[in-house]
């Protein structure tokens, strides 16, 4: 039995953005008191790509549970436009094949299994996806399997997508590929888009803004504006520039 | 072909054992076969009390299946009840498990007190005996159902009852399916003690009357019957297990790249 937070609490004002205000979140686990957030803020306008990124352990998951209303804050505010999360691990399910599973947030709401197909089919296609509709997960590779659980995200059909980490399980020339990807498609279907990751790269290349946090307890440190034209390149001088500020930000020596 | 290669070990194993069985009967001579039969005269006793042997396992077999049914039914029912409840958990595995305990030949005849002689009081046994590994299978993979799964169909606006359905009762399947391979063997221990203790048909009730009656190869080919029945019922569970939940037996080396 997994015991669920309420689910109600979450207020819905931010008209297809999110506001996330001083919100501090901590946890009483067996080893004692965890302070996962404190006094975060973030904010994200409607079609905004927020890239937010920040050490291991820095309360990102926290924060995008929050931004879903699976997890309600201590104190501070969370408003957000009904949000749908892509974990970090793909989280398919093994017995159904690719198209089921695109489709898995159309049935979670009642859609009948042919409707379903319906609507992911021409997505599947859109995705590359058209050969391995009835495929199941297990046969799929990895970059294959992290469309088909983004697809399950964006069908949900929520304004804001919670990305966690999508692509850090993913070996180095595929994450780059699925970048180029994931940058493409949300040109596409422009979406209001929190995007977690450790990659200051990937936050640079796909963010309109990048929020770099501390570490645990987690905050805003410092806020990095990326009004860079899309498509970008790793190697232009004005990406690495800011990639530094951030690893900066992040007290990296560079 | 292949397959063939691989039984080849059990198949020559079985032989053997039953060589030195036939050879130190055979040694023992013609009085300590009334006790243990060779293996000629069980399969002498196979041919000639064929008609008997057959009609006694279709009861036999009867009664094992609708109470493995019965057990899978309620065993699965239960452990969804626990799964959601820790109070039912905390209720009722004690005596989940004390069930197993308590030995047959104790609770058979009260069952024949209240149910009679026909099969109602066996399938009674059998669904007792064999639900106990249903239940801690099926609790077991609801209880591994990923955390981030049931947060994810969340997200997405799910019913608890959908969740249930789209993610927690696959992932039960496979429980359910090793829960009842793991009962088949103690079922038919089962429904032979139910039949032992008030019944006039069977393969149970032909090795109770068998042995007073000097009969013990007829009791011995019984037991034969009973131990081929079980081993066809393990291996067709597993093929329908194969063909019903093929992602268990998936081959990850056939990944693109």
């Known amino acids: ?85 892509m974990p970090q691990r793909d989280l398919l399910l093994p017995w159904l094949s690719a198209i089921d599973n695109a489709g898995l947030a159309l049935r979670a709401r009642g859609v009948s299994r042919d409707e379903a197909r319906k609507t992911a089919s021409p997505w599947l296609g859109r995705f590359g996806l058209e050969r391995f509709e009835h495929t199941r997960p297990a046969e799929l590779s990895g970059g294959m399997r992290q469309r ?45 888009v929190i995007l977690v990751t450790h990659d200051v790269e990937e936050a640079v290349m796909l963010g309109d803004r990048v929020v770099v946090m501390s570490p645990r307890p987690g905050r805003a440190v410092s806020e990095i504006e990326v009004a860079l034209p899309r498509p970008r390149r790793r190697t232009d001088a004005a990406v690495v520039e800011l990639r530094e500020r951030a690893l900066s930000a992040l007290g990296v020596e560079t | 072909m292949r397959r063939a290669h691989q039984a080849l070990p059990a198949v020559l194993l079985v032989l053997a054992l039953i060589g030195i069985w036939e050879l130190y009967v055979d040694l023992k001579g013609p009085t300590f076969s009334l006790i243990l039969p060779s293996p000629h005269q069980v399969v002498k006793a196979l041919y000639e009390d064929r008609s008997l042997l057959w009609s006694s396992f279709l009861v036999t077999a009867q009664e094992v299946l609708l109470g493995i049914l019965v057990a899978i039914v309620f ?33 058979a005849p009260v069952l024949a007190f209240w149910l009679g002689f026909g099969i109602l009081p066996k399938l009674v046994v059998v669904a007792v005996v064999s639900f106990f590994s249903i239940v801690v299978t099926t609790t ?11 947060k994810l169909m969340r997200t997405f606006d799910a019913s608890r009852l959908r969740t249930f359905r789209h993610v927690e009762f696959p992932s039960a399947l496979p429980g359910v399916f090793t829960g009842t391979k793991i009962a088949i063997a103690v079922s038919v221990i089962g429904a032979v003690f139910a039949e032992y203790t008030g019944s006039n048909s069977g393969l149970g009730y032909v090795i109770l009357v068998s042995e007073p009656q000097l009969l013990a190869a007829r009791a011995v080919a019984a037991t034969v019957i009973l131990s081929l029945f079980a081993i066809a019922l393990f291996a067709l569970l597993a093929l329908a297990e194969r063909l019903a939940l093929p992602w268990v037996y998936r081959t990850p080396e056939e990944r693109p790249a």
Do not use: N
């Not at chain 1, 109600?8 to 001083?22: I, M, T, W, Y």
């Not at chain 1, 973030?42 to 879903?68: D, F, M, N, Q, Y």
């Not at chain 1, 983004?150 to 966690?164: I, Q």
């Open chain 1, 1 to 85: 039995m997994v015991e669920a937070p309420p689910k109600e609490p979450r207020e819905l004002k931010a008209a297809d953005g999110v506001q996330v205000e001083l919100v501090s979140r901590v946890f009483e686990t067996k080893r004692g008191r965890v302070e996962a957030l404190a006094r975060m803020s973030l904010r994200a306008e409607a079609h905004e790509v927020v890239a937010v990124v920040g050490p291991s352990g820095c309360g990102k998951t926290t924060l995008l549970e929050l931004i879903c209303g699976l997890q309600t804050p201590d104190s501070g505010t969370v408003l957000a436009a009904p949000a749908a999360l």
């Open chain 2, 140 to 150: 077991a993979g609801l209880d591994a159902v990923d955390p981030d799964l049931i």
């Open chain 1, 148 to 192: 088909v659980s983004f697809l399950r995200t964006l069908l949900a059909g929520k304004p804001v997508l919670a990305l966690d980490e999508p692509f850090a399980a993913l070996d180095a020339i595929t994450r780059q590929e699925m970048q180029g990807w994931l940058g493409h498609v949300l040109e596409s279907e422009p979406r209001t």
């Open chain 2, 75 to 107: 065993g699965s029912v239960l452990a969804v009840g626990i799964h959601f409840s820790p109070t039912l958990r905390r209720a009722t595995y004690p005596l989940i498990v004390a069930s197993q305990a308590v030995p047959v030949a104790v609770f």
